[in-house]
């Protein structure tokens, strides 16, 4: 879907214009008055490249587009969590997920549709922007060139790869052979493409892969300053992105290969290539402010002046005070709050989540955001945690790993929040693979990563809401394709 039904004369105006919004940070600075300045409200397209300004104005865009709280900047995060058995509804709230999270949302949802129609919209920005920056080669120095198109590619793979995660049959069901979705990397400025067949989930995948490939070529290895490194994408950032998409793949010969380039041989596990990242010695320090702590590899950030939006917010639905407690953990049963792996002793439970008494009901929460208003904690997408356990996985997961490997890094995890605990004999792969992905729901827990890790695991879906174990064959197991992209696309059900 295009999501265009305007003159096409005033169109691209309209684009260039969203492009000027400015984002938190920009690469040379990070002065307060780039958050409050107001932007061109209008540009003619030939104009758009004309100098540095105007380029950058445009690249800043392009990551305000994802960071939508419709998108990344909240919805995407909590409805991957919601589906499985990690939490419980208080507030049977439409509004708020209350159908994503007992399976029942149709074709119709617009909150749903939403990732769909935002996704779209941002990789219709970043088709633009490449189109607009190739076309106009003397703009820029050829590096800053390169490195603007390497994070509009690095924007356009993340979207991508988001979305067929949750509208497509996961690619290790049947090594991406099923529908995906249109794979659409012109520009479109009219309603003349609007019938376009869906690619292959491995098509999507490749060209995912593709843009990464690309974006690490193109991006420089850093920028000045912790903001900048955190909340734009740079080479580290684009290696990262590529180690998860292999581990999804079930290809973990090529997640240890980019992992590595991350993650030492040997504890500590401090990277020093190109922007460094380490492990904070605190958790807590990577979820309070000024996030942007060398664990931080990406991050959208927010502001006064650009929260996320009513109902959108991570911290609005995992909070109380300020925040309306739409869901709490899952104090019994599967969830992983009451598993004995995560006790008391652990500095994520007693310092990274609450309880309180709500209606005369106790309820416990995740604390990672502040759940005080405006909630404009910056949301993580991607932590230097996520990247240690990827490669622990893979070594456990790859003929002929590196166990040994594999159980340091778990516990370099484990031992940063629990010292004293202990694992112990996982002399299997089985053994520590299971370890691995138990330990994944309790660090990246509240960060929108539990329906992806079960699903590429090709696992059913533990719904509580649902009160089932929904099966991959199962239709509400993926988002069903929105009925807005169904009424103007007759192909996209086609591949």
């Known amino acids: 879907m295009k999501t265009f039904h305007i003159n096409t004369s005033k169109l691209k105006l309209v684009i260039v214009a969203m492009f000027l919004i400015p984002l938190v940070t920009s690469i040379s600075s990070c002065k307060k008055d780039f958050l409050t300045a107001a932007p061109e409200l209008s540009l003619p397209e030939a104009d758009a490249f004309t100098n540095p300004t105007r380029v950058l104005a445009q690249v800043n865009g392009l990551y305000v587009s994802a960071k939508s709280g419709a998108l990344f900047g909240g919805r995407y995060s909590i409805y991957n969590d919601i589906r499985a058995e ?5 507030t049977s709230n439409g509004v708020t997920g209350y159908t994503v999270y007992q399976g029942t949302n149709v074709a119709s949802d617009t909150y749903v549709s939403n990732f769909w129609s935002v996704g779209y919209l941002t990789i219709n920005s970043v088709n633009l922007f490449l189109k607009g920056l190739a076309d106009n080669g003397g703009a820029l120095p050829p590096a800053l060139s390169s490195n603007y198109a390497g994070e509009a590619k690095f924007i356009r793979a993340l979207c991508y790869f988001s979305l067929i995660q949750i509208f497509a049959r996961p690619y290790a069901a049947d090594n991406g052979a099923s529908r995906g979705m249109p794979l659409r990397l012109v520009p479109e400025t009219s309603l003349a493409n609007n019938a376009l067949k869906s690619s292959t989930v491995a098509a999507i995948y490749a060209q995912v892969l593709k843009d990464l490939d690309e974006a690490e070529a193109g991006l420089p290895n850093g920028y000045e300053g912790a903001l900048s490194n955190t909340t734009r994408a740079h080479k580290n950032t684009a290696i990262a992105l590529k180690a998860r998409v292999y581990l999804v793949m ?6 240890l290969e980019e992992g590595n380039k991350l993650v030492p041989q040997a504890a500590p596990f401090v990277n020093t290539a190109r922007t460094p990242h380490a492990l904070q010695a605190s958790l807590v320090t990577v979820f309070a402010a000024p996030y942007t702590t060398s664990e931080s590899i990406f991050s959208f950030p927010f502001a006064d002046t650009n929260s996320p939006g009513t109902q959108n917010q991570i911290g609005y639905y995992f909070g109380v005070g300020n925040g309306n407690l739409e869901y709490g953990f899952n104090r019994t049963g599967a969830g992983i709050y009451a598993d004995p792996a995560w006790p008391a002793t652990d500095v994520r439970k007693s310092a990274l989540t609450g309880s309180a008494s709500v209606g005369g009901t106790i309820y416990s929460f995740p604390k990672k955001m502040s759940n005080v208003a405006p909630f404009i904690d910056f949301v993580p997408i991607i932590r230097y945690a996520e990247v240690l356990l990827i490669v622990a996985e893979a070594e456990a997961m790859r003929p002929g790993g590196d166990l040994v490997r594999s159980r340091t890094l778990l516990d370099a995890i484990r031992h940063r929040s629990d010292p004293a605990y202990n694992f112990g004999v996982l002399a299997s792969s ?13 660090e990246l827990v509240a960060e929108g990563f ?10 059913p879906l533990p719904s509580f809401g649902a009160g089932a174990s929904i099966p991959v064959s199962d239709p509400r197991y993926t988002f069903p394709i929105p009925v807005s992209e169904l009424n103007t696309n007759s192909e996209v059900n086609n591949f």
């Open 430 to 442: 089985e053994a520590l693979l299971a370890a691995i992905l138990k330990e994944r729901r309790i």
């Open 250 to 255: 079930g290809n973990y010969a090529k997640a």
């Open 450 to 459: 539990r329906y992806n890790d079960l699903a590429r695991k090709v696992a």
């Open 86 to 90: 990690e939490y419980t509804n208080r």
